[in-house]
């Protein structure tokens, strides 16, 4: 492992795994669990800086909030999901550095667990000691300019290398990487068989720094500005059976497995920002005058508030279920979609609200809560668009897929 920085903070003991039942975090969201790492992102990341932060990121590392979800064999803490939530949860409310706390849910979720369930003991010895300390950063690369909803359409190939065997040159070009203008290595998507679609994608975990990757400029954003994203190309890199990821043609159901664990958990932090705003909205509407009277005096201005309030205990109520069902091994593809959907649908209209209540003030920069409008939208897209979740709660109802009447059926003469 590389020298550990010894001015951050110690490990937040209230991270580590402590038999939390599900129930207990869907019913109280006032957790000790969340207040700890609520407490310590106000007094360690505080407000946003203009753009990513290294120090900023090792202290969260170090604190222990992305080594929740690994086994403790592994060197991590062995968290549930749920309890992972909850902190992360806290970790949200207590900092408006949404970037930050994305970039590390997103980590957590999709690179790093990729990495621990599918890893070898050589890919895991190398790596991930390293991302846990917050020493080396990690991408997880499936988009590309022409294929962010239909991965079956990703043109990256890796072609078989005839020179040797188990060997494949690579080519292509990926997108909107999470972390990808920082990252070490990454785990690159592409396809060993064209001709199988998306069963013929494979995973390789490939370092940053080898011959033929060629890693972007951060590319500026709306929102989230704490969490660079932006290119990757790859142009003939070398790789061979060492640096796959899982076996050859699994990269499809390793994506799939990442991307439902993202759309359940990745939206704990926006749930604590929700709160944080909603607190904030409260705050002005009770003490902002409209002539002699307070703003929340208005009907129309209070059911904004209370529409806010339902947005976040939808949510929430959502986001556990999915966290929960997926501790207990069961399948979470519909209840991560639905809230994935609810949450990052109801933080955008919930920034919205909060705009309207706020006035004038709410324009200014200064107040915080256009950024809270610009961090929300991005959840419009990462871990699939809206339209796409609705797709796979529509295809789960079976109710997407064209049926025909026949002529002789008699619904069919009404
Ligand atoms: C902040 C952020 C971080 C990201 N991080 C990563 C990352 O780390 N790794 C990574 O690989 N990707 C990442 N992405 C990319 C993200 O996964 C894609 O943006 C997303 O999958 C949508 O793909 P697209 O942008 O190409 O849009 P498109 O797929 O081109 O979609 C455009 C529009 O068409 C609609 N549409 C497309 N197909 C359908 C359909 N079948 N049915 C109905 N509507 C449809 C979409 O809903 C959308 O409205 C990130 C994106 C953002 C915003």
């Not at 969201?29 to 990121?57: I, T």
């Not at 992360?88 to 980590?107: H, K, P």
């Not at 890796?158 to 909107?176: C, F, I, P, Y």
């Not at 909603?278 to 307070?294: M, P, Q, S, V």
Request: hydrophobic share 45%; proline share 3%.
């Amino acid at each position: 492992m590389s020298a550990q920085n010894t001015e951050f903070a110690a490990p937040l003991e209230a991270l580590a795994s402590d038999g939390l039942q599900p129930i207990d975090a869907l019913l109280n969201d006032q957790h000790p669990r969340k207040l700890a790492a609520k407490a310590w992102a106000a007094d360690h990341l505080g407000s946003a800086p203009d753009d990513f932060d290294r120090l900023r990121w090792q202290r969260a590392a170090q604190a222990g909030f992305l080594s929740m979800v690994v086994p403790t064999d592994r060197g991590g803490l062995g968290c549930t999901l749920v309890e992972a939530m909850l902190s992360f949860e806290g970790l949200g409310a207590g900092t408006s550095d949404s970037g930050l706390v994305y970039a590390l849910v997103s980590q957590t979720f999709a690179m790093q667990r990729a990495l621990v369930d599918h890893g070898t003991d050589k890919q895991l010895d190398r790596w991930l000691a390293d991302i846990l300390a917050g020493q080396s950063m990690g991408g997880f690369a499936m988009s590309e300019p022409g294929a962010g909803s239909d991965i079956s359409s990703i043109q990256t190939v890796a072609v078989a290398d005839n020179k040797q065997t188990n060997s494949w040159r690579l080519t292509g070009q990926k997108s909107w990487v999470t972390l990808g203008p920082l990252a070490d290595v990454a785990i690159i998507f592409a396809s060993t068989d064209p001709s199988k679609g998306r069963w013929g994608i494979s995973a390789f975990l490939i370092e940053t720094d080898r011959p033929g990757v060629q890693v972007g400029e951060s590319i500026d954003r709306m929102g989230l500005r704490g969490a660079p994203f932006g290119n990757i190309a790859l142009n003939d890199v070398a790789v061979t059976s060492d640096d796959l990821l899982g076996k050859v043609g699994a990269g499809a159901s390793i994506f799939a497995a990442a991307v439902e664990a993202e759309r359940a958990l990745l939206y704990a932090p926006q749930l604590g920002a929700t709160e944080r705003l909603l607190a904030l909205t409260i705050e002005r509407a009770t003490t902002h005058r409209a002539g002699d009277r307070t703003i929340g005096s208005f009907q129309a201005v209070s059911h904004r508030i209370a529409d806010l309030k339902l947005g976040l205990e939808a949510s929430r109520l959502l986001a556990y279920k999915a966290a929960a069902l997926a501790d207990q091994g069961s399948s979470v593809t519909l209840a991560a979609a639905l809230a994935k959907l609810q949450t990052s649908e109801s933080a955008v209209a919930g920034a919205l609200d909060a705009m309207r209540v706020f006035g004038a003030e709410g324009y200014t920069v200064g107040a915080g809560i256009e950024a809270e409008l610009r961090h929300a939208i991005a959840g419009l897209n990462f871990a699939g668009t809206s339209d796409i979740q609705r797709n796979v709660v529509a295809g789960l109802l079976g109710v997407d897929r064209p049926r025909r009447t026949q002529p002789s059926d008699p619904d069919a003469q009404r």
